[in-house]
């Protein structure tokens, strides 16, 4: 394939998979690769980053590159309802984060080890009870994404926002239907899209009205004692709770996910995830190789040069996260799933000011899902 030919921003690139030899091409060829947009797409064309310095070079350099314009290509973001962590930039940014920050701690999050470790034996046992009863006892086969992926940490985010898990159905559609981007199995079209935003919206609205009444010790009701304090706005207060629902669920199911089958796929490493001696190296590989965030975008303040490459004001420029996470000049034999790599500098959490919140959170839940399953399958 020639690298004049790759659209690396056309979703039908995706539908089986990210692209990586297409990928690879452009890192070894053209690292900062420009990449027009037909107008029917109605987005904004940008620069492609795909070597892991240059992504992390980027990410680091927040007076240059920012997030203000929005990190979908889909126009600019200005509007008082979008104003979340991933659209704002320091110190609004810091302000919103500080406000939360506590609950997504080391210290604080290795206190639901347990909790959720019984969640996720709890998933699994269930998963494999109805697989047992519907095949007669003679094979465990069972949809791992719906019984294991989806719920755990839909429910693992449920309890800190202080939501009913009798809601999470609707949640995980709602959720589907705002990041489909053009997925007709996650929404049919923009206007199931805008009425997945909207009624996620009312949602919150009502959440909001709820805890303001009866404040409770959730994440919610803090953040509407901010909201009384004057600290936050009630737009900052939706556009904050709908983020920690769709990130807190979607990213860590594709972890999971990706990992599950990745360690169908390779048994050997399977065998070696049993001995118990590779749990943290094997979550890092699991975050790195599913890449759950496949590219993000900044917009560019004014006239820099950077790595040697020039961007002028408002260019916009695409950090793509899978890239870096296989770029051969950071990782041995980047292609290949190996749960005993060390180190693993992958970047599938961002890096600098918009590292991800909930990333200490992602790393148990996925954690404590693979020493169940590894416990109980075979």
Same mark, same amino acid.
């Given at each position: 394939?020639?690298?004049?030919?790759?659209?690396?921003?056309?979703?039908?690139?995706?539908?089986?998979?990210?692209?990586?030899?297409?990928?690879?091409?452009?890192?070894?060829?053209?690292? #900062?690769?420009?990449?027009? %947009? &037909?107008?029917?797409? *109605?987005?904004?064309?940008?620069?492609?980053? @795909?070597?892991?310095? !240059?992504?992390?070079?980027?990410?680091?350099?927040?007076?240059?590159?920012?997030?203000?314009?929005?990190?979908?290509?889909?126009?600019?973001?200005?509007?008082?309802?979008?104003?979340?962590?991933?659209?704002?930039?320091?110190?609004?940014?810091?302000?919103?984060?500080?406000?939360?920050?506590?609950?997504?701690?080391?210290?604080?999050?290795?206190?639901?080890?347990?909790?959720?470790?019984?969640?996720?034996?709890?998933?699994?046992?269930?998963?494999?009870?109805?697989?047992?009863?519907?095949?007669?006892?003679?094979?465990?086969?069972?949809?791992? #994404?719906?019984?294991?992926? %989806? &719920?755990?940490?839909? *429910?693992?985010?449920?309890?800190?926002?202080? @939501?009913?898990?009798? !809601?999470?159905?609707?949640?995980?559609?709602?959720?589907?239907?705002?990041?489909?981007?053009?997925?007709?199995?996650?929404?049919?079209?923009?206007?199931?899209?805008?009425?997945?935003?909207?009624?996620?919206?009312?949602?919150?609205?009502?959440?909001?009205?709820?805890?303001?009444?009866?404040?409770?010790?959730?994440?919610?009701?803090?953040?509407?004692?901010?909201?009384?304090?004057?600290?936050?706005?009630?737009?900052?207060?939706?556009?904050?709770?709908?983020?920690?629902?769709?990130?807190?669920?979607?990213?860590?199911?594709?972890?999971?996910?990706?990992?599950?089958?990745?360690?169908?796929?390779?048994?050997?490493?399977?065998?070696?995830?049993?001995?118990?001696?590779?749990? !943290?190296?094997?979550?890092?590989?699991?975050?790195?190789?599913?890449?759950?965030?496949?590219?993000?975008?900044?917009?560019?303040?004014?006239?820099?040069?950077?790595?040697?490459?020039?961007?002028?004001?408002?260019?916009?420029?695409?950090?793509?996260?899978?890239?870096?996470?296989?770029?051969?000049?950071?990782?041995?034999?980047?292609?290949?799933?190996?749960?005993?790599?060390?180190?693993?500098?992958?970047?599938?959490?961002?890096?600098?000011?918009?590292?991800?919140?909930?990333?200490?959170?992602?790393?148990?839940?996925?954690?404590?899902?693979?020493?169940?399953?590894?416990?109980?399958?075979?």
């Amino acid at each position: 394939m020639n690298v004049a030919d790759i659209d690396v921003l056309s979703n039908r690139m995706y539908a089986e998979g990210v692209p990586h030899d297409q990928l690879d091409l452009l890192r070894a060829d053209r690292p #900062v690769h420009f990449q027009p %947009v &037909p107008d029917e797409r *109605l987005m904004n064309e940008a620069w492609v980053l @795909t070597r892991h310095e !240059d992504v992390l070079a980027i990410s680091k350099d927040t007076e240059h590159f920012v997030n203000a314009h929005g990190l979908n290509l889909r126009g600019n973001y200005t509007d008082d309802e979008d104003r979340h962590l991933l659209n704002l930039d320091d110190p609004e940014h810091l302000r919103l984060r500080r406000m939360t920050n506590k609950g997504f701690t080391p210290r604080v999050v290795r206190r639901y080890t347990e909790h959720y470790h019984d969640m996720a034996g709890h998933l699994i046992d269930e998963a494999v009870a109805a697989a047992r009863a519907q095949h007669d006892n003679s094979a465990v086969v069972f949809d791992a #994404v719906n019984e294991l992926s %989806v &719920p755990l940490p839909l *429910l693992a985010i449920c309890e800190l926002l202080g @939501t009913t898990p009798d !809601d999470r159905d609707q949640l995980v559609a709602w959720s589907n239907a705002i990041i489909s981007n053009d997925d007709p199995d996650y929404s049919p079209s923009d206007e199931a899209r805008e009425q997945a935003s909207e009624e996620m919206a009312a949602y919150i609205r009502a959440m909001y009205a709820d805890r303001a009444a009866t404040p409770t010790d959730d994440m919610a009701s803090i953040l509407v004692e901010h909201v009384q304090r004057g600290e936050l706005t009630p737009e900052e207060y939706g556009g904050y709770v709908a983020l920690l629902f769709v990130a807190g669920n979607e990213t860590t199911r594709n972890n999971i996910s990706h990992g599950l089958l990745q360690l169908a796929k390779n048994p050997d490493q399977y065998k070696l995830l049993k001995t118990g001696d590779y749990w !943290d190296s094997a979550v890092e590989e699991l975050i790195r190789w599913a890449a759950p965030v496949i590219y993000m975008s900044r917009t560019v303040t004014k006239d820099v040069t950077c790595k040697g490459h020039q961007f002028r004001k408002d260019d916009r420029v695409v950090l793509h996260y899978a890239a870096a996470n296989r770029d051969p000049e950071v990782f041995d034999d980047p292609h290949r799933f190996d749960i005993t790599r060390d180190p693993n500098p992958h970047l599938s959490f961002g890096f600098g000011a918009h590292f991800c919140l909930g990333a200490h959170l992602a790393r148990l839940e996925t954690r404590c899902l693979l020493e169940q399953f590894v416990a109980r399958i075979e």
